[in-house]
């Protein structure tokens, strides 16, 4: 009975990961809007800071035009750091990596990420001028809400981590 159990599950699973692994990339990042997850996300993300900060429509334009042109702006700049960590992997993977060509790499992979570290807050900042001095209260308010839930979860984590060490 053991072993008929055993064999069943290994059955199961070798016909679920190739039901999953045999579906192509894009499929298996839609939801089942036909969407992918990211995009709606970040639609419903909209829909909710729009209403909560009680927008007109040409502030949720504005705010629109805004976000868009950061996202494409951030998706350039992160393709280039990922282009410069393949780089920098592929390099120091070698044989006998040139140790002053990876610390430049790491050095120009730290001032793109600050780069972008600087665009997010950059573009806060101009969203910000589009809001009366009530809309920016409660997005101090949305801020701070958010700044709990990742403490919350890193406490979370960290006592996960510690329960979970062994004796």
């Known amino acids: 009975m053991h072993n008929r159990t055993i064999i069943g599950a290994l059955l199961f699973s070798a016909m679920f990961g190739t039901a999953v692994w045999g579906q192509d990339p894009v499929s298996r990042t839609l939801s ?20 909560y900060l009680d927008l007109s429509e040409a502030q949720t ?12 702006a951030q998706r350039t700049r992160l393709r280039s750091v990922a ?4 780089e920098f992997e592929t390099l120091a993977d070698g044989e006998d990596p040139n140790l002053e060509q990876l610390g430049q790499l790491a050095l120009e992979i730290h001032q793109q990420m600050k780069s972008v570290r600087s665009s997010r807050q950059q573009v806060l900042s101009e969203a910000e001028g589009l809001l009366t ?9 949305l801020r701070a809400a958010r700044e709990f839930g990742e403490r919350a979860r ?8 510690v329960l979970s060490e062994p004796d």
Not at 133 to 141: D, F, S
Not at 154 to 161: T, W, Y
């Open 83 to 86: 282009a410069l960590r393949y």
């Open 133 to 141: 001095a009530e809309q920016k209260e409660r997005l101090e308010t």
């Open 154 to 161: 890193q406490r979370r984590d960290r006592r996960h981590l």
């Open 61 to 72: 334009a504005e705010w629109q035009t805004i976000t868009q042109q950061h996202r494409q």
């Open 32 to 51: 089942r809007h036909g969407r992918p997850e990211h995009i709606r996300w970040q639609e419903e993300w909209l829909e909710h800071v729009v209403e």
